[in-house]
């Protein structure tokens, strides 16, 4: 399959099942609603190391929030419920209840998994704090120097897909680096995805393990790394590329993270010196979920 005349690759992005929480964040404007959001999120890349995998999914208008302000849709994914509602409860008490003007909204509400995180937040109040139902929700007010925050009383979670992924092969490393970030602008204007490495944007591509270092969860992927073409015998870099960009994936369901493979891939393939796109899979043994890009583009 070729796409603008770019390479699809036949292959599919191996994905793995993951716990998701979704949560609005609202402040005063944009401005304080993408801080507070980047700030919560923060050190949220890969579960290889970071406490949880976490990222931006989408604005909210003020027309669609529920105080009627600016907003920032985040998501935050670690491998178990357990390890989520402890990851919910440090990074909104650390990260969004100090950031000024915010106020935290359950992103779930449906959900059949809910944890009580407002109703634990609030005793930061100590003692001056008290349960309100404001916006047709249960609020929790903590006052601040500021004045007072607000934050829902529940947070819910799903079990969702993490590690849905596609490659961008390139001439050069600033074709590799606008494709990647237009394919990330794209996916934010979709409902349900993050792409939780920095700006969206994975440089270092890894794979499970390591062959000379056996105390390594995970190491360099050679095969897609281009100084390594000559150096090894099996290496994915075709004669002219110079530069990979792989954008990782994670959402609350499989569909979503499809959609936002398609959208990022179509965003990619416009981009001149942009020659191939693949993905990124181990043959089945890291995850249940195999998806296929020509299945993903054809739908």
């Not at 290889?48 to 604005?59: L, Q, T």
């Not at 990619?268 to 979920?289: D, R």
């Amino acid at each position: 399959m070729e796409i603008n005349g770019v390479e699809i690759e036949d292959t599919f992005a191996e994905a793995f099942p993951i716990k998701v929480a979704r949560v609005l964040i609202t402040a005063v404007n944009e401005k304080w609603a993408r801080i507070a959001a980047a700030e919560t999120t923060g050190f949220g890349t890969s579960v290889i190391m970071c406490p949880a995998e976490a990222g931006i999914e989408r604005s909210a208008t003020p027309d669609e929030t529920p105080d009627g302000r600016p907003g920032v849709y985040i998501q935050i994914c670690t491998p178990s419920f357990k390890t989520l509602e402890e990851q919910l409860l440090a990074r909104l008490g650390q990260c969004t209840l100090t950031c000024p003007t915010t106020a935290v909204f359950n992103g779930l509400p449906d959900a059949e998994k809910q944890f009580n995180v407002g109703f634990k937040l609030k005793f930061f109040g100590d003692g001056f704090e008290s349960a309100e139902e404001i916006y047709g929700r249960k609020m929790m007010r903590i006052p601040l120097m500021e004045g007072d925050f607000l934050v829902e009383e529940s947070f819910g979670a799903c079990d969702g897909v993490a590690g849905g992924n596609f490659f961008i092969l390139a001439k050069e490393q600033m074709s590799a680096l606008v494709a990647a970030e237009n394919a990330v602008a794209a996916i934010e204007r979709l409902e349900g995805s993050i792409t939780p490495f920095p700006g969206g944007v994975v440089a270092s591509g890894s794979k499970p393990g390591s062959a000379k270092y056996k105390f390594m969860r995970a190491t360099t992927n050679e095969k897609f790394c281009p100084t390594l073409r000559d150096k090894i015998e099996d290496s994915q870099i075709p004669e002219g590329v110079n530069s990979v960009y792989e954008i990782v994936i994670n959402g609350i369901n499989e569909d979503a993270v499809r959609k936002a493979m398609r959208a990022g891939i179509l965003a990619a393939v416009k981009v001149p010196g942009v020659v191939k796109i693949t993905a990124g899979n181990y043959g089945g043994k890291l995850g249940k979920y195999q998806i296929p890009l020509h299945e993903v583009l054809r739908s």
